[in-house]
């Protein structure tokens, strides 16, 4: 997919944009400019006078959007004129205000369609449907599916008491879990009454950047907190905007969200597998190269009929899921070998956002998520998602012991598709050498104690040990892959030394 294509003749100041889809929604897209080569008109004096922009600033700093007039070609930063970028892609003609007048004004491109990205295309009417258009939700809703409760796909539970670490030992973690009961996940979450967009914006700061889905068009747009806010007090909408890609981490909002405890227990991020030695001991010098992920969690607020299209979470990472206010419909595909290869052929596909998959494969199941249910969901499952109302969710991603060789598959899967790095699970390869380690100790104990080590976890032990052995015996990988891996770590003698436990241990 060339410039040209996305911009719909539209000229652009810097690189060309991410593909319509990738194993995780995007999260950050460049924006498209209006184009001079159309103009015949003599720019007016006052615009020849200034070289860049009204500021009169002569440079245009790396990744900064810029509109060019129409008429008089002079460049123009968007703050300076007052312009969003989200606005840019559906302007026509763009005229400055040293050039309008009577005659010349801006104009905006008419809606001309309802089934394709590009709604302002003229000849959209012999082309196909695509994911996230309103004729594509239409047509959505009125699909029959299977239900995922009746035929024993996704296990609801009224209380998360149960959900400990010997239950996920005994019963595997391989089913979609509902829990009905938000008191008994052990977390800290906000009621309904208690939380709303306003209030986020108090407590981040109106002038946060967050990026925003523009969900008929398929593209992202930078827009602050207050921006989106005033968004959802505006009725009606000529735009339906998703945020997913909102972590708080390292907002104030973090204090109010915790994760679900059996996610903190299981997750390596936050139950001793991350190791912090490193950061600490390079913390006075500031020469760590490792930075912890903060993927645990996400704030997602949805306007009524959004809708993301069939992804796997990054990294084949679980994902856990509260919904606070509104309600969510999920499209579910189960995580077998079979499935997950049509999903990666489908991702190769030039025309994906034309294809709804889970017409490709044999068994999609639906299901309602209404407020205050919370949802686990396991590694490597195919999910879309549809918001009837407006809605407010709390989220997070984790990696664990329990899918270690799933996890790896949809890593390497990942890698074929070259998914750009910022979609991908951050420090994957540091946690896989951090879990190595911190198994292979576990494994030393237990040989020393001629204890038995849980036959599948064994098993995923295994393969990844010979998926870090696959890594250092590939070329170049020690100066490629030199970001992601601990210093403190001997790679080739930990390999070494974990087949050896691996080999002596009893299952």
């Avoid at 129409?70 to 312009?83: K, R, S, T």
């Avoid at 994906?352 to 919370?374: H, M, V």
């Amino acid at each position: 997919m060339n410039v040209e294509e996305l911009i719909n003749g539209k000229k652009s100041l810097g690189v060309e944009s991410p593909p319509d889809s990738l194993l995780s929604p995007p999260t950050n897209q460049d924006i498209v400019h209006s184009d001079p080569t159309q103009n015949s008109q003599t720019p007016s004096d006052n615009a020849q006078e200034l070289d860049y922009c009204i500021c009169e600033r002569k440079s245009c700093e790396e990744g900064e959007i810029m509109i060019q007039c129409d008429f008089c070609e002079q460049w123009f930063h968007l703050p300076c004129v007052n312009l969003s970028p989200r606005l840019i892609a559906d302007i026509e003609t763009y005229v400055c205000s040293a050039c309008t007048n009577e005659q010349k004004k801006t104009i905006y491109k008419q809606r001309l369609n309802c089934h394709r990205h590009d709604y302002s295309d003229p000849n959209a009417a012999k082309k196909p449907v695509q994911a996230g258009t309103q004729i594509f939700v239409d047509h959505l809703l009125k699909k029959k599916f299977k239900d995922a409760f009746e035929n024993g796909i996704v296990k609801k539970i009224h209380s998360g008491d149960i959900l400990t670490r010997d239950y996920f030992e005994k019963n595997k973690f391989e089913t979609p879990i509902l829990i009905e009961d938000k008191t008994t996940l052990g977390f800290t979450m906000p009621s309904s009454d208690e939380i709303d967009l306003s209030k986020i914006e108090n407590i981040v700061g109106g002038d946060y950047s967050i990026d925003v889905i523009d969900v008929e068009r398929q593209e992202v747009y930078q827009m602050s907190i207050t921006e989106l806010n005033s968004y959802f007090k505006t009725e009606p909408r000529e735009k339906i905007y998703n945020l997913i890609s909102f972590e708080i981490s390292k907002t104030k909002l973090t204090e109010n969200i915790t994760a679900p405890k059996i996610v903190e227990e299981l997750s390596w991020v936050s139950n001793g597998v991350w190791s912090n030695d490193e950061q600490e001991n390079n913390s006075a010098s500031k020469q760590s190269h490792i930075i912890k992920p903060e993927v645990q969690k996400y704030c997602l607020i949805s306007a009524g009929r959004s809708y993301t299209d069939f992804h796997i979470d990054f990294g084949g990472s679980s994902v856990w899921y509260h919904v606070v206010k509104g309600d969510k419909i999920f499209y579910l595909i189960e995580a077998s070998d079979e499935n997950l290869k049509i999903y990666e052929e489908w991702n190769k596909l030039k025309n994906q956002s034309e294809i709804f998959l889970g017409d490709k494969i044999q068994d999609c199941y639906q299901f309602e998520l209404k407020a205050g249910n919370t949802i686990l969901l396991p590694s490597g499952w195919i999910h879309a998602v549809y918001t009837p109302s407006d809605s407010l969710v709390f989220g997070g991603n984790f990696l664990h012991s329990h899918s270690i060789s799933l996890q790896l598959k949809i890593y390497e899967m990942e890698t074929r598709l070259n998914t750009p790095e910022k979609y991908r699970f951050p420090a994957f390869e540091t946690l896989q050498w951090y879990a190595a380690k911190f198994f292979t100790q576990i494994l030393k104990e237990k040989n020393s104690k001629k204890e038995c080590v849980d036959f599948k976890l064994h098993k995923n032990l295994k393969y990844l040990n010979n998926m870090l052995r696959k890594w250092i015996t590939s070329k170049d990988y020690y100066e490629t892959h030199d970001y992601e891996i601990p210093k403190k770590i001997n790679c080739d003698k930990l390999v070494k030394i974990m087949n050896k436990e691996l080999n002596k241990s009893e299952v």
